[in-house]
Every structure is written in C-alpha cells, then in structure tokens.
C-alpha cells in the first residue's frame, strides 16, 4: 500500500514516519541537521531576540520552566523546545506559555521534510527532524526570547546548531553512558560545547568537572559560575538571589518563594535572563516562582508524588526533598528504569527515604523486566512488595495498596512516569463518568 502522501498526515502519522526515516535512533552529530537547517533558512536571521540553550545532565527542565515563566512576568513573548514529553508530542514545544498545535507541529515538519529532499536527500533522527520543525516554527514567530533545551550531550546535539546569546550548563553527572562515557571531565566538555566565544557562560552548579570551566575560558567566554559570580542565599521558605545584570552591575533579590525545584536551578535561571539583557524586577520574579509547574518533577497528586529522576543525583535531590515532608504512613516507592541506567545508585540514594517497593517493567530495545529491578532491590536490603510487568498495572496495584496516611513515589524514567501521569487522568476520567452516570 502506497504511503500517504506528507501534505495529508495527522501529527501520529508524522511521528510514526519519523521514527522510521533513519537506521538508528540516536545519530549524534550536527553535519546533516545543519544542512537541512541551512537549507530551511535558519541560519538567515536570528530565530529571537535573545537565545539561550540549556544544557546538564539534571536541572535542564526546571531551568527552562522557570526561565519561561520568569521572562513572561517580564511581559517577554517566548518559545520553548524541551524534550522528551510526557503525554503529547505537543509539550515539546510551547509559544507564549501554551503548547504547540498539532497543524503548527505538522507545518514544521512540512517544511523539514520539504528542506531535506530539496537536492540530495538527506537522512534525519526523529529528534534532529523535530528539533528542525520546532527552530522553524520560533523562527516564524520571532519571540523576545527562545529558551532551547540540550537532548543529549551539547556538543553534538541538534539544538547546538545555533548559537546561543546565553548558555548555561546546569550540572555533571553520570548518564546516557553509551554515548557520553563515564568520565565526568569528557562528559563535562560534551555539555561546555553549547558555549560560544565572547558571550555569557551560566555555571549553575558549585561541583561541575574542571572541564567545563576549561572549555568556557579557552572560548573566551564570559563565565558566571554559581557561588562566585551569582548566589543563592537560604533555604526555600524565604530565599535571596544576588547576581549580576548585563552590564555587570550588582542585584539582589530578597524575599523569594519556593518554586517547588531546585533553587540552584531558580538562581541559574535569574542569571541567565539578566544576561539576556531583562531588568529583573522583584515582584515579577517572586510572582513567576510562586506559580511555576513542571510535569513530572516533584508532582503531587493527592498523596501521589511522580518525578522522572533517573539517575543517583537526581535521586539524591528527590530523597532530600521528600525528607524535608513528613509522612504519617509508609512512603512506598513504584520503580521502573531501563536497563541502561544506574539502578544500583538511584536505590542507595532513596534507600532511607521509603519503606518498601513496587518494581515495575518498562518495554523497548533498552527494557528491564521487573524480576531484575527487585532482584536489585533487595540485593540492597529493600522491601519488594509487588512485581508488575508494566507501570500500570504497578499504579493500579498500589492504589488498593495504600493507606490514608501512605505515600506513593513514582521514579526511575520519563517512561515509568508518563504511563503512570496516563493511568491517573484515564482514572479521573472514569471517576468523572462514574459520577455524572450516578447523578
């Protein structure tokens, strides 16, 4: 059966044909992605007034979340690209705040695919294809300010095709192993490659590898190390930030509230939009912290907290977090992770902040099947209460598991976290028809 011709594809389609136009998944590297973008006309002008492009092994998400709802307390229009997503292709990219449209996505990838096939054809990942589609789109727009966020690494990420007015670098860590290796100073000059010669480099952690640093100066570029050249003051009830605006002059912000993220990631992101030339006024930046929300980081529902922390120091923040909440009941944990990641690090970071377990298996190329993860578990001495083949039927086991007093923490993968977020609207939705079916 002949396929369907481009101009007629629902945004599935597009996905689905994305996913199947190159031999492998993840194709690190910018040669092909900038010819295709060279070809769109991205290089032509400036895709905003001011670019900043984020890059970390964890923080990525809060910084750009709280990037955007500060410069739009600043009255700023904007445009985010993240990745991955949740529940819709559409949360990767957001224009003022709401998620991108299926026919504004489809019109992007229109013009990708008309660019790649314009001369030689040129082969695209699914990500440097959606990447594409998103610049484009931004560019149509021409926002105040367009926050870009790393996918993998930095150097060779597709968004690094572009140069940055602000880069920023959140923290080093161990991930994605296959591809960046285990050495932090390699990873680290991975992630220093979205810097460029004579702009502003954000630093937003007091521990990142000496690389980074080494790559910032051999640019030449203006570096803005966390504890040195900005800080973050106090703890999160009443915090204080004391930076630089662009012309280097001193600010300090006192009074801020918890934004319910990591206020090292709040403190990179006030710094970041300074160097972005915004005259940071208090009350604004204290009305975007207090409302900020990022899906899947720290999300309560009810007496349910999911967050896609997948790696030890993810971990390591989440188990402080909850320590800081008291909880009358047990505080169960539902655990699904690839095979991939560190299991044995994410269990001994959170090892002293729940009581007992649900493993849980995630499907793919990069699966680990449940029996494995609670044969990690109690290798460390963990409680396994459940095995479950996937996370929904984990999540509608502990349901009937829990107590009035107990919590459940959902962790380990954007995967094991999106279907667990997908059981609990379907269950809303079944409770609400419930409801009117009884009035």
Not at 23 to 43: K, T
Not at 218 to 247: C, I, M, P, Y
Not at 281 to 296: K, S
Request: charge should be negative; include cysteine.
């Amino acid at each position: 059966m002949p396929e369907a011709s481009s101009s007629s594809l629902s945004l599935d389609a597009w996905l689905v044909r994305l996913e199947r136009q190159h031999p492998v998944s993840i194709d690190l590297g910018l040669e092909r992605v900038a010819r295709v973008g060279r070809r769109m006309g991205l290089f032509d002008a400036p895709l905003a007034t001011r670019l900043v492009t984020v890059a970390g092994t964890n923080g990525k998400g809060s910084t750009v979340a709280m990037l955007e709802a500060l410069a739009q307390a600043h009255g700023l229009s904007t445009a985010t690209y993240t990745s991955p997503h949740l529940l819709r292709y559409n949360e990767r990219l957001r224009l003022d705040g709401q998620e991108a449209d299926d026919a504004t996505l489809i019109r992007g990838f229109e013009r990708v695919e008309e660019a790649r096939l314009a001369g030689e054809p040129i082969s695209l990942t699914y990500f440097e294809a959606g990447t594409l589609g998103a610049l484009w789109s931004i560019a149509e727009r021409r926002p105040d300010l367009a926050i870009l966020e790393v996918g993998l690494g930095g150097r060779l990420d597709a968004v690094n095709i572009l140069d940055a007015d602000v880069g920023v670098v959140t923290t080093v860590a161990q991930d994605h192993a296959v591809f960046l290796g285990t050495d932090l100073e390699g990873i680290g000059r991975e992630k220093a490659g979205i810097l460029r010669a004579g702009r502003p480099a954000v630093l937003g952690s007091t521990v990142l590898p000496a690389s980074v640093r080494e790559v910032a100066d051999a640019l030449g570029a203006e570096v803005h190390a966390l504890g040195e050249r900005f800080h973050r003051v106090g703890e999160a009830k009443a915090w204080e930030w004391q930076g630089l605006d662009v012309s280097g002059c001193p600010v300090r912000l006192k009074e801020l509230p918890d934004p319910g993220l990591p206020l090292d990631n709040a403190a990179t992101a006030l710094q970041a939009l300074a160097l972005a030339g915004v005259s940071l006024d208090e009350v604004a930046c204290r009305r975007a912290l207090a409302a900020v929300t990022l899906p899947g980081r720290m999300q309560w529902l009810g007496n349910w907290c999911l967050d896609v922390g997948h790696n030890p120091h993810a971990a390591g923040y989440l188990a402080a977090r909850l320590a800081e909440r008291p909880c009358a009941g047990r505080r169960i944990g539902l655990l699904g992770m690839l095979a991939d990641k560190d299991a044995d690090g994410v269990i001994e970071a959170l090892a002293g902040t729940l009581d007992a377990w649900v493993a849980v298996g995630l499907d793919g190329e990069r699966s680990r099947s449940a029996d494995d993860l609670a044969a990690t578990l109690e290798a460390h001495g963990q409680r396994v209460l459940y095995r479950a083949v996937s996370p929904t039927s984990g999540a509608e086991w502990l349901a009937d598991e829990l107590g009035e007093d107990d919590e459940a923490l959902v962790c380990g993968s954007f995967f094991t976290v999106a279907e667990v977020l997908a059981w609990w609207e379907s269950r809303l939705r079944r409770r609400g028809h419930d409801e009117i079916r009884n009035a």
